[in-house]
């Protein structure tokens, strides 16, 4: 069964729209139906996980279908969004088997939270014939990666827990789910994960250890945390550099003892996980500054791994853009296969700043634009081609400097004047083609990348 799909369902092009968008920027998989008869036909077609469907809709309401679903697909998750008005009735539908319900407006904390805690129940296979590759999703031959897969070997059977550090964008998710997967004793049991600074601290510490109802506002009923949820499994909690002094404490002790209680309960409860940490800051330097406790971060670090910046493994660029251009044409239905020459020099000359999630999405947005079965450089964002150019006229710029350098006085208006030429003859060209770059670029027998920069560097404008 694949993960994380989930189906969207609702009227107003609004709100699905935005709901979209948001799932989508969480990284789940997303469709969308615009009620509960075409969402019955998705449903028929297409294995989900999770639906997310508004209470009020014309013909088959949010009731109804829950009805259907809960019938023919009893696996699928439903959480019903509802005005404050309905919450009665929408307590109502958790008892015929809704999985929660939200109110609208829509806050993207608990919406996440409550996905999590819906897709959680969904343990991997625990057969040995079904046993996922524990490093699908990572990919590269960089030996920085190779070393990678050797610690997660390494350390996967034993219940140490570990730090993984890197920037943002780096596949440290990926890294932390490969440990499970590796893991032979945990990874039949659930691997749940929280994002600590997308949270305030009062309802971050509910997510953890979960709640006794009446213990705060809102606090209808019991709930589970994610250590309760992760039992005999994976917990991964992102940006543990969020967490406030008090948290910490609470984070040592489960760590330590693997003891907890829920906001509001006197009961202690026993925690059989194994904690995986991963910030895209330095702990060490927040200890230095007191803003980290220090013997809580000799606990994390316990085993240490650093994620390479995408910068450090330029090597892999290709196979990454190979890998997300496939799925990406696959999932659009775009016969879309590789890039050109000039694409690929532009994307491996890229610093990537963003790492490997900048670099999936730059592939998935130049899918859904281009017009042509390979990736040219006209499909992909402003900035990557203003870098290109840039770095190529600051390489010429400093082999114009080294020729004057060495030339005699006057040089610099002979190399001035070798320009004026070359001004010419592209202007006629692109006068001859109306302006069409691509077609000039052939006609001068150089790349369209080298073509934009020298009409950018010569001041070349359409009024010329």
């Known amino acids: 069964m694949e993960r994380n799909r989930i189906l969207v369902v609702d009227d107003d092009p609004l709100i699905r ?82 999985f929660d319900y939200l109110t609208k407006p829509i806050q993207p904390e608990e919406l996440e939270a ?17 046993v996922e590759d524990p490093f699908a999703g990572i990919i590269g031959n960089d030996p920085a990666i190779k070393k990678l897969f050797a610690m997660i070997s390494s350390v996967a059977e034993s219940p140490a827990t570990v730090l993984l550090e890197g ?6 998710r990926i890294v932390a789910q490969a440990i499970h997967r590796a893991d032979p004793k945990r990874r039949a049991n659930p691997f749940v994960e929280i994002s600590c600074g997308a949270l305030p601290e009062t309802l971050l510490e509910s997510e953890l250890f979960g709640h006794i109802r009446g213990s705060f506002t809102g606090a209808i009923r019991d709930r589970q945390g994610r250590f309760e ?44 996980v194994r904690v995986i940490a991963a910030t895209n800051r330095r702990l060490a330097e927040l200890v230095k500054q007191g803003k980290f406790r220090e013997d809580l971060y000799y606990r994390l670090h316990v085993i240490a791994m650093r994620i390479p910046p995408l910068r450090e493994r330029q090597g892999d660029i290709p196979l ?39 670099l999936e999405n730059v592939i998935e947005r130049a899918v859904i634009l281009t017009k042509h079965a390979k990736l040219d450089v006209e499909d992909l964002p402003e900035e990557l081609r203003f870098h290109s150019d840039a770095t190529s006229m600051a390489v010429e710029d400093q082999e114009e400097e080294a020729v004057a350098a060495e030339a005699a006085d006057g040089s610099l208006a002979l190399r001035d004047a070798l320009k004026m030429p070359e001004r010419d003859l592209i202007l006629k060209v692109l006068a001859e083609v109306r302006w069409n770059r691509s077609e000039a670029a052939k006609r001068l027998g150089i790349h369209r990348s080298t073509l934009y920069h020298k009409i950018r560097k010569l001041g070349i404008h359409t009024s010329s």
Not at 167 to 172: A, Q
Not at 240 to 252: E, G, Y
Not at 325 to 350: C, F, H, N, P, W
């Open 320 to 358: 990454l853009i190979t890998h997300f251009i496939e799925r990406s044409a696959k999932a659009m239905g775009k016969a879309v296969a590789g890039v050109s020459d000039e694409a690929m020099q532009v994307l491996t000359g890229y610093r990537w700043p963003g790492n490997i999630r900048e």
């Open 114 to 130: 409550t996905i999590v805690r819906a897709l959680s129940q969904y343990a991997a296979p625990s057969s040995a014939s079904a």
């Open 229 to 272: 949820l992760a039992e005999g499994g994976t917990i991964l909690l992102d940006e543990i550099d969020a967490f406030s002094p008090a948290l910490q404490v609470k984070l040592l002790r489960v760590i330590q003892e693997r003891l907890f209680e829920r906001v509001g309960d006197t009961r202690t409860m026993r925690a059989d």
């Open 17 to 98: 729209g935005s709901l979209y968008e948001m799932l989508r920027g969480r990284r789940f998989e997303v469709e969308m139906a615009s009620d509960g008869a075409e969402a019955m036909d998705h449903l028929g077609r297409r294995t989900f996980q999770l639906v997310i469907a508004d209470w009020k809709m014309p013909q088959v309401d949010g009731m109804s279908l829950l009805s259907h679903i809960k019938s023919r697909y009893p696996d699928v998750s439903v959480v019903l969004i509802t005005g404050f008005g309905n919450v009665t009735s929408a307590v109502e539908a958790i008892r015929q088997g809704a």
């Open 167 to 172: 920037e943002s964008g780096t596949g440290k």
